[in-house]
């Protein structure tokens, strides 16, 4: 049953965007990142993302790490401009230490910005934290 799985608190993991540089395109974009400020690596790592509110709802976006090193980040994704006025959700689940962890990150509507953006854990840049 359900009720018998007991899936942990997950801590010291976060989903953050950070605004880069392109250099191919030359424009400075909005970029997902997944962030471990643990002390252990995390293990298949499975991200699932999408954008919605009340009139729509993007695709899913499926992505998958083997392996996301201690105190360590990856980019998950390119967040496309239309898409910072949706609700933006990122499902993780991955295992830690044999244990499986999944937890929702999500980005409110137009919650991604310049003004919003401060310090983040393990990356040299700023960015914005999603709750």
């Known amino acids: 049953m359900r009720k018998d799985i007991d899936i942990p608190k997950s801590d010291g993991v976060y989903v953050a965007a950070v605004k880069e540089f392109n250099e191919t395109h030359r424009t400075n974009d909005w970029n997902a990142y997944i962030i471990n400020d643990l002390n252990e690596p995390l293990e298949l790592v499975l991200i699932v993302s999408n954008g ?3 009139q729509k709802v993007t695709s899913q976006m499926r992505h998958k ?5 201690a105190k360590g980040y990856a980019k998950i994704e390119f967040i496309e401009d239309s898409v910072l006025e949706l609700n933006n959700e990122f499902a ?10 999944e937890k929702k990150f ?4 137009s919650s991604i910005s310049d003004e919003t ?7 040299p840049k700023e960015g914005v934290l999603a709750s």
Do not use: R, S
């Not at 953006?117 to 990356?123: E, L, S, Y």
């Open 52 to 54: 919605y509110n009340d």
């Open 106 to 109: 999500v980005f409110q509507a």
């Open 92 to 101: 993780v689940t991955y295992f830690l230490g044999g244990t499986l962890f």
């Open 65 to 69: 790490l083997q392996l996301l090193p």
């Open 117 to 123: 953006a401060g310090p983040i854990p393990v990356m």
